[in-house]
């Protein structure tokens, strides 16, 4: 008996003392994902077109899942965004950014990146250096799969820009003045602040492309400004079947009166006129740009 004890406590030491994955920082693949960001840091295209495998999947920080095509488009549209890419070196001393490679038992080899981006924007000219990580999945000595962590805002902060600049912005919105207090009595500002609860409550849940929803209420409490914003003019007019088919349009209309209705953007012709009922006015944009 003690010897089958001693046989199978030896056995879970052995057991414990071999590693479930070997890391390496100097390795061939490590190597491979460090000229990634060489490339891209010269804005160079060719070697990303090899390394990655024509069957890749790229999913980005919003679990957006992209193939191959769409993930070189999205890099030469990186380029086309900043200018002066660069990122800050690795030397395997785990102080800083790295990049390491994990060979499991099972034969899964996965590459660790952990680094920050710098740029300047094309069309901002803004300045921004964030931190990402970044892990590759290897099928022999092709990447197959990609996944992203880091924030997205920079990004979509630049190609707003852009997209301004160029008047091809996709996003709409609205800016309503209403009236309140005094005009509609027996609403206090309380009652107000509970109802708007409802209202946005019912605008996270039904439409997520309904970006910005504010209502600001003036030093006397008797006016709103409500701004509103969508990310397409389909989103908009989504908003606007909602209002009027769902629980809120006989609530808004008993608490406000509206005294001016803009809508700004690109809009399509079917919201410009689907927004006339309420005395709304079309502005389209001439500079600047919209978040």
Sequence with gaps: MKSIIALFSLTMILSCAQPYAKIEV??????????IFEEVSEERIDYLKEIF???MKMVNAKELSF????????IEDMFDLFE??????????????????????????????????????AYTGQKINFPFHLSYLWDGDKIIE???????????NEANAR???NNTNTKVGFVLELGIIGINPGYTPDDVASM????TTFMRTNEPDGYDYGYYISEDEKSITLIEKYRTSEAALLHA???????????FMKAFTINSFVLFGNASEELKARVKAYGAEHRAIIGGWTN
């Excluded at 191959?68 to 488009?73: D, E, H, L, P, S």
Aim: charged share 25%.
């Design 163 to 165: 997209a301004s600049m």
């Design 26 to 35: 100097q390795d061939t693949k490590s190597q491979m994902v460090a000229k």
């Design 196 to 199: 708007l609860a409802k209202f």
């Design 146 to 156: 990609e996944y992203q962590f880091f924030d997205l805002s920079q990004f979509e």
């Design 53 to 55: 495998s024509d069957s």
């Design 67 to 74: 193939d191959k095509t769409q993930f070189i488009a999205g």
């Design 84 to 121: 002066d890419i660069s990122f800050e070196a690795v030397d395997g001393d785990a102080n800083g950014s790295e990049i390491e490679t994990n060979y499991y038992e099972n034969g899964r080899v996965w590459t660790s990146v952990w680094n920050n981006f710098s740029a300047t924007g």
């Design 241 to 251: 079947d909602n209002f009027e088919n769902g629980p809120n349009i006989e609530p």
